[in-house]
């Protein structure tokens, strides 16, 4: 599997994920190299994730941090990171993780 196919499949899961988790509609920004990469409606938010995978040993994500923090959003909106960190022998990581982005 490519690495573009392996991302939009976490993508896929991040989508379904965010539906067990509240939503009332989220949509996919395919084909977009904007910012985020899904936009998620609960009933009193909405929520702007950017998805990222690694199946490195040691990444750092810093970099993606510092520019979604840059974005600005209106108050209701609320900006996060998640990131799925694939099974590693030498990671104690595993699975996805959440950054709310100021």
Not at 16 to 44: H, M, T
């Amino acid at each position: 599997m490519s690495r573009k196919g392996y991302g939009l499949g976490k993508e896929r899961e991040m989508k379904k994920l965010l539906y067990k988790e509240g939503a009332l509609e989220v949509c996919r920004a395919r084909g977009s190299f904007g910012n985020f990469d899904i936009i998620a409606f609960f009933p009193n938010h909405c929520l702007l994730v950017s998805v990222k995978s690694t199946k490195q040993k040691r990444v750092s994500f810093m970099p993606e941090v510092r520019k979604l923090f840059d974005v600005m959003v209106p108050d209701y909106c609320k900006k996060q990171l998640r990131i799925y960190w694939s099974p590693h022998k030498d990671r104690d990581k595993r699975g996805w993780e959440t950054l709310n982005i100021g």
